[in-house]
């Protein structure tokens, strides 16, 4: 057994709480110790350790996880990368910019804006997420229709892998077609391969100034057309639906009044680009021909940066609105255009079987992706309520792997969504997983438990 290397660590109740848990409430944090590394050699020294300790790593970045993929439920050693936060290049040519994994996503935009540069992934708890964290789940957000997900941004890694090498992957390179990109392997993978301690993320030039439409639709069945005759007329950045829920629940817990006379099932927050109001007219002329069409009910167009902030904040303020309700995420993906038809048989699904439970409906419809938010009741226990989820979940998986979709689009898997993994995986890519997880981790040392089994 090798001695616990020279590096800080907490070990009090408070902060084993605090770096022992994302986002969700489900599991009891119970680390044995957080430990604060300053470097990639700190890292590779902690992975050693571990390997000769009989001891399990759980990496942590910003926490902002909504899957389970950081909590520390069984006496592991949580490495918080929020020490490794330091800025290593900025190249304007690229352009590109190289920093420590702890570096939160919110200082990356920041960077590149005071560069006149833009770093485009972007969601809510941008500000707070850490760089390594963004990439280990693939974050995805509220500009996926047009920039993609974190993994189309990478362009290098510096990886501490479960054996304790270091692997520097693509080294920043924009061509690189010397055999399969380990990097890619890395994204995503929530930290079962490797530890990120460093990363090099491609930049791209600013949008010009956007507006933003607020939308009412008249039926589930509008969303579809709407988005095509959006997509046709405009140069959209993104089409963010909500249903009539999210808005109660924005509104009691903002206490702001929805800015739309008329309150529909579902709404829309659609951004584009209008440099000097010369796409205005056009956004005009598509909403009318939407109205007349029947789809579009009601809107608003942005008329200031501040009031397009504004609008915003219908769509963004969802999460933290329903938290106090101990959401059950589910998080799931289908095909663009079979969007309405599966939500509609969720719908069904859940009146049939679940009718006491409140669901609200939220997400990037423009990538196919849907949040369904169950809201615990309050008379409810949480125990209680997590079992009678987990018993909806099978039906609400059968009903994915029936519209050939995805259980998990951009949260990840975790420890929530990791027995349900065989619904839109089938058990030759698993094996394949399981192969990727014994050669980079043989012992199995990090982030036990999650996303396989
Ligand atoms: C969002 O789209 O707002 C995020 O994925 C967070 C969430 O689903 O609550
Ligand atoms: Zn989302």
Redesign the pocket.
């Known amino acids: 057994m090798s001695a616990f290397p020279d590096i800080e660590t907490l070990t009090d109740a408070q902060s084993l709480l605090h770096y022992g848990r994302d986002?969700t409430r489900f599991w009891t944090p119970a680390p044995e110790r957080v430990v604060f590394p300053r470097s990639t050699d700190d890292v590779v020294a902690l992975v050693r350790w571990a390997g000769s300790s009989d001891r399990r790593l759980v990496p942590s970045g910003g926490r902002t996880g909504?899957s389970g993929g950081a909590v520390a439920p069984g006496g592991e050693v949580v490495v918080s990368l929020e020490k490794m936060r330091r800025q290593i290049e900025l190249d304007a040519v690229e352009p590109s910019l190289t920093v420590e994994a702890g570096m939160p996503v919110g200082e990356v935009q920041r960077t590149a804006r005071e560069a006149g540069l833009f770093y485009p992934v972007d969601?809510?708890?941008a500000g707070s997420s850490q760089v390594g964290g963004s990439i280990a789940t693939n974050a995805?957000?509220?500009r996926v229709l047009r920039y993609g997900m974190t993994r189309q941004w990478v362009r290098g890694l510096v990886v501490v892998d479960g054996r304790g090498q270091v692997l520097r992957l693509n080294r920043g390179l924009v061509k690189n077609n010397s055999g399969p990109d380990l990097g890619q392997l890395m994204i995503g993978s929530e930290g079962v391969l490797g530890i990120i301690t460093e990363a090099t993320l491609a930049l791209t030039r600013p949008p010009p100034t956007q507006s933003v439409l607020l939308l009412a639709f008249a039926d589930l069945a509008a969303l579809m057309p709407a988005l095509a005759a959006l997509q046709k007329a405009l140069s959209l950045s993104a089409f963010?639906f909500f249903d009539r829920r999210s808005v109660a629940r924005v509104e009691a817990h903002t206490g702001s009044s929805f800015p739309l006379a008329e309150r529909a099932d579902f709404h829309a927050v659609v951004e584009f680009d209008d440099p000097d109001g010369a796409c205005t007219d056009a956004a005009l002329q598509a909403f009318e021909a939407l109205v007349e069409a029947g789809h579009v009910t009601d809107g608003i167009l942005s008329q200031s940066e501040a009031q397009a902030a504004e609008l915003w904040r219908w769509?963004?303020a969802?999460?933290e609105s329903?938290?106090p309700a101990t959401?059950y995420?589910n998080?799931l993906s289908v095909r663009v255009s079979r969007v309405p038809g599966f939500l509609g048989a969720l719908e069904a699904l859940i009146a049939r079987h679940y009718p006491e439970f409140e669901v609200v409906w939220?997400?990037?419809i423009g990538d196919g992706?849907l949040?369904m938010?169950i809201l615990c009741p309050e008379a409810m226990d949480v125990a209680d309520f997590r079992a009678a989820c987990d018993g909806l979940s099978p039906r609400v998986f059968a009903l994915v792997r029936e519209y050939q979709g995805s259980i998990s689009a951009?949260?990840g898997v975790g420890l929530l969504k990791r027995d349900y993994l065989h619904y839109s995986r089938d058990a030759a890519e698993i094996d394949a997983l399981r192969g990727l997880k014994a050669l980079f981790d043989p012992e199995g040392l990090l982030n036990p438990g999650k996303l396989l089994a």
Request: charged share 25%; aromatic share 12%.
């Open positions: 986002w909504l969601w809510a708890a995805g957000g509220i963010e769509r963004e969802i999460t329903i938290a959401p995420k998080d939220f997400g990037h992706n949040h938010n951009e949260h």
